[in-house]
């Protein structure tokens, strides 16, 4: 099994896309920041430095590294400094904690393409990976813990359009 780090926004959101493509386990989390252990109030107030990420747990001879950067493109809008959709603030900005020069390689090249085809540069942070902090349970799978509320999410985020 492999690990792999991804800020996107609102750790939620992007938690069950990544199960639907054959990783075996996403765990929300923290990543980047000084303090250890932080907690999600911390971090939704900016007061430590992380990124709301997820820690993803795959076997990359069912999903490769490359699909993981693809699918992670394919949700987040790279071009975007701030946060990610309605969510704002350092802790919801985009990044991708590579763990080896191959990892960050395969980044590069993504993002280069990126902004090449579309003729600007994006804010996806690249980020030598430092450290990830669990988030609390509550977080973990919330989507099928709290399906109400995160369909809400979704949809008031801008992440998903409304049904008419």
């Known amino acids: 099994m492999k690990e792999a780090y991804f800020a996107g926004g609102c750790f939620w959101c992007v938690t069950p896309i990544y199960k639907m493509y054959g990783v075996d386990r996403v765990i929300c989390g923290y990543a980047g920041g000084e303090e ?7 971090v939704k107030r900016q007061e430590t430095g992380h990124r709301e990420t997820i820690q993803l747990l795959y076997d990359p001879q069912k999903v490769s590294y490359e699909k993981l950067l693809d699918i992670y493109f394919a949700n ?3 071009f975007v400094a701030g946060g990610q959709f309605i969510d704002r ?3 919801y900005t985009p ?8 990892e960050k390689e395969l980044a590069e090249k993504k993002i280069s393409a990126l902004e090449k085809e579309n003729g600007k540069k ?3 942070a690249l980020l030598p990976y430092k450290n990830f902090y669990a988030a609390e349970d509550r977080h973990q799978d919330y989507y ?3 399906p109400e509320a ?3 999410e979704l ?3 801008g992440r998903k359009p409304a049904k008419s």
């Not at 250890?36 to 911390?42: A, H, I, K, V, W």
């Open 122 to 124: 994006a804010s996806v």
């Open 76 to 78: 987040v809008d790279p």
């Open 95 to 102: 990044a991708i904690f590579y763990k080896d020069n191959a």
């Open 36 to 42: 250890e252990n932080p907690t999600y109030e911390q």
């Open 150 to 152: 995160f369909e809400r």
């Open 144 to 146: 099928l813990k709290n």
């Open 89 to 91: 603030g350092f802790s």
């Open 155 to 157: 949809i008031e985020s």
